[in-house]
């Protein structure tokens, strides 16, 4: 399964977010998911994302957040596809 498939299957609504690293301009990425839970947000992005710590993401409301963790996610036996992980905070 791609990423693209994961996303369209398994978000409602899965959206563009923007990505702007420090030193560069905006750029959109999607399709993502976005998890918000108790302990915090998850943004999960195509494999080819790039940000790292210190990049801030604009949410599709226009929301800014800033990105404290970045992980590469390989399948690895899941069943989810490859794909980044980006913890972030408001």
């Not at 710590?53 to 963790?69: D, H, N, Q």
């Amino acid at each position: 399964m791609t990423w693209l498939e994961f996303a369209l299957l398994h978000a409602d609504e899965p959206c563009t977010v923007r990505v702007q690293t420090p030193g560069s301009g905006t750029v959109p990425v999607g399709p993502c998911v976005i998890a918000h839970r108790e302990t915090g947000t998850t943004v999960l992005c195509p494999p080819d994302t790039e940000a790292p710590p210190g990049t801030r993401i604009i949410l599709p409301a226009g929301e800014t957040v800033e990105v404290v963790g970045a992980h590469h996610l390989d399948p690895a036996g899941t069943r989810l596809p490859e794909h980044r992980q980006f913890d972030v905070v408001r």
